[in-house]
């Protein structure tokens, strides 16, 4: 069987559930770990993952978790609470209020973003509590002290649109420690606050998906607040629309949003649950390290490098709960 | 109306046709060009290639360009008879065999590829003069006097992936002066010929294409040879395949390909005519800087950077074909 390219750890996090996980990992050609003659076989990201420990895993927040319902299925996004708590506590608040019900996802753009919000034309509905403009938190500011103490995951390898990369509060970001600043990254899957050309234009009432190679150009110049967990293809794969930017022609393209919700204001039994690996875990420096020098059988020459965006943050459905 | 962020630039060298070009242009939020009060205002990258001179375009060989039809409509592929030659010639028996026609796309795994070639399971087809088997053309390996005289028009940007990057032949590559190698790039839409572990274990028979976040790790891994270059969304909008490896699990989920012809041999009035931007034209290196330092009234911070995948390639109609 023909089968390539292989891609085991390049779903940008999305691994498939445990319980699928580990059948995926068996059925994957090529076997990319062991082979009978090897004294140290490879192990690739997929497979360490799987082998990780408790102790690599965490709980979202259920009050960082948000579930975006439609008619195809629920998309999981964490929330960056630690990065951008401002802009996290008014879509919280949005979401209370039902604001997004109702809308569609408007645009889909090839190589480049989904997008939700009020249509062209509409008049944005009313808020209760939440608001309609916050000052940017483009990066998180942080005063020199704040800055050595503020969690942040280091990658080794080099980046062109930031002097250091890594995983803020287990995100990908960008930090500047000149400037004592970190932002989160535009990798697939991130989450970020459309605005207007004031950076105070909005504050979170459209939102927007990253889809297509990472546009970092993007970074420091929009609010990002999360990034998906789980649900990533009920987007990616939408039509793409055919209007200016890929916003779509007619409101019969629109996907309805039949709802979204914070995780902790639904009941339990209908929550997702899920583990997010921790990124300053022994685990997922081992499983990087198989993604800048891959081995097995089919890999013959390691990059001897990874690109922040090309590391997935592995998610899983806790144990207990795969094996109900 | 908040329609961001920006995209204007971004669909990975597919930019709309002359014609919807420029309407699209005119009606992007924000205006990315121009204030009253801006002494040189800021042309983007879409502007700067919409005002390119003939010149500044080509006209990619016939033979070179084959079209995968689907009842969705054609995908337009350009081959890079110069970087990987052989199994640009066996990929032309291939078609010219009919060797693809009724064959499915089998394979959309989420954030990384699609594939199309025999199902698993399936005895592949015999073939008449193509081959099965050729060695690799991962890289293009050039004695000395014919890698300095080997086309690359260099961008000055870092990159993580290889020593030197830029444009061969007018494809997203890397370079390596002290091996005298240059190679394709696995930027989005990039075309490679899928293979099992030996590196001579294939011949065009199983393409994919990329159609997630560039997974460079795959360079030098795989012969890639060429790039779509229209048509992207008729691929990255497929449904994902739920099966390992984002096969399709059923037949039925399949989408069949009509047929496969090289431009060559189609009837010129049913041949998609198009001119690709010339990388070695001042135009694009003016458009490139456009993406590393984006100003316009929308952008905050410029990056200074760009990376390599995130440069399109800009494709157009010839106007005189628009004006029809």
């Known amino acids: 069987m023909i089968a390539f390219p292989v891609g085991y750890a390049l779903s940008a996090g ?29 192990q690739s990201y997929s497979e360490i993952v799987a082998a990780a420990p408790a102790a690599a895993w965490r709980t979202p927040d259920p009050k960082n978790l948000i579930y975006l319902e439609m008619a195809s299925g629920r998309v999981v996004i964490e929330l960056a609470a630690n990065i951008a708590p401002n802009h996290v506590a008014n879509i919280r608040a949005l979401i209370r209020e039902q604001y997004f019900d109702g809308l569609p996802i408007k645009r889909s753009q090839d190589n480049y ?6 249509p062209d034309g509409q008049q944005p509905r009313a808020k209760i509590a939440a608001k309609s403009n916050l000052q940017p938190e483009f990066v ?39 400037a004592s600043e970190v932002w989160l990254a535009h990798c697939y899957g991130a989450v970020g606050v459309g605005r207007g050309n004031a950076v105070d234009s909005a504050a979170g009432e459209e939102l927007y998906v990253v889809t297509g190679h990472a546009p970092r150009h993007l970074d420091k110049n929009v ?14 794969s939408l039509p793409r629309g055919t209007g200016p930017l890929g916003f779509y022609d007619k409101p019969s393209q629109f996907t309805p949003i039949k709802s979204i919700r914070v995780a902790a204001d639904v009941a339990p039994p209908e929550r997702t649950d899920l583990e997010v690996i921790r990124t300053d875990s022994p685990t997922f420096q081992h499983a990087v390290e198989a993604l800048r020098n891959r081995g097995g059988d089919w890999f013959k020459v390691p990059a001897g490098y990874v690109e922040l965006c090309n590391v997935p943050i592995a998610v899983r459905v806790p144990p207990v709960k795969a094996m109900k």
Chains 1, 2 share one sequence.
């Open 223 to 236: 609010t990002l607040v999360g990034r998906v967990l789980q649900g990533m293809p009920l987007l990616s």
């Open 113 to 118: 973003v989904v997008q939700w919000g009020t």
């Open 14 to 42: 999305l691994l498939l559930a445990a319980s699928g996980f580990a059948s995926a990992t068996a059925q994957m050609p090529p076997p990319a770990a062991s082979s009978a003659t090897s004294a140290k076989p490879f």
């Open 140 to 178: 998180r500011k942080l005063s020199g002290v704040e800055f050595s103490g503020f969690a942040f995951d280091r990658l080794p390898d080099i980046d062109g649109y930031a002097p250091q990369v890594g995983f803020a509060s287990g995100f990908h970001a960008g930090r500047d420690p000149k």
